[in-house]
């Protein structure tokens, strides 16, 4: 069974600077996807980024962006340029590319990130 | 286009009640996930439709717990004789088909048993 791990219960981040959000996985699988969701209080998930496993290229949207490393089964995401808006909970989540599995989401801990004005 | 919506926002209920859950999918999206999220149990799945194929249940918890999809759009999530251990925020996405992947998260039906 794959699992999803986010060391990182809290971190803290001062307006304007950056932050890198940890996360491994564990999976027998080649092809799979994986994901940033942020939760902000409203309870609202939202997708931040995603991540296709057979793609070498890190992904990036706008302020985020992702570290993959396929061979350590590691995906940190790092936000430049931390807004009070960013201040959220964020899951990194897994996802087989196996038909049968059906596309369900395997989430980690998640990490409640919070910015500092 | 509107969004994934969910019913009621907030639930307050009797240990041994039954409470009914409801999820309005993207207009659509053929398949439908529940998620459940609890201070023990983090984020967890319990169930998954995907169009007229007979549903993924693996995730649920218990035999309380049933779910049902009509006409390929509205599901309820339906749990008998409520516990405590129900408590949770429950979590409603959609997603287009299998070639879209990303998944629409509603804003969540938080349930509360006492």
């Known amino acids: 069974a794959q699992t999803v791990t986010q060391s990182q219960p809290e971190m803290s981040v001062q307006e304007a600077e950056t932050v890198t959000l940890s996360c491994t996985y564990d999976t027998s699988e080649s092809d799979y996807y994986l994901f940033w969701y942020k939760q902000p209080p409203s309870r609202q998930m939202i997708l931040v980024i995603r991540?296709?496993?057979?793609?070498?290229q890190n992904a990036t949207e706008n302020r985020f962006s992702v570290n993959f490393q396929k061979a350590a089964k590691s995906f940190s995401l790092k936000i430049s340029d931390s807004q009070l808006g960013d201040a959220a909970m964020y899951f990194c989540?897994?996802?087989?590319?196996?038909?049968?599995?059906?596309?369900?989401?395997?989430f980690g801990q998640g990490t409640e990130l919070s910015v500092k004005p | 286009g509107a969004g994934v919506s969910q019913s009621p926002s907030n639930k307050v209920t009797e240990k041994g009640k039954d409470v009914e859950l409801r999820c309005d999918p993207i207009?659509?999206?053929?398949?439908l996930y529940w998620y459940r999220q609890s201070l023990g149990q983090g984020l967890e799945f319990l169930i998954y439709?995907?169009?007229?194929?007979?549903?993924?249940k693996s995730g649920l918890p218990s035999d309380r717990f049933s779910a049902e999809r009509t006409g390929g759009s509205v599901s309820t999530l339906t749990i008998q004789r409520t516990q405590q251990e129900d408590s949770a925020v429950y979590l409603c996405a959609s997603r287009h088909d299998w070639t879209r992947d990303t998944q629409y998260f509603g804003p969540g039906t938080r349930l509360t048993v006492l």
């Open positions: 207009s659509g999206h053929t398949a």
């Open positions: 439709f995907q169009g007229n194929s007979a549903p993924d």
């Open positions: 991540q296709e496993a057979y793609k070498q």
């Open positions: 989540a897994y996802r087989s590319a196996v038909y049968n599995q059906g596309g369900k989401l395997i």
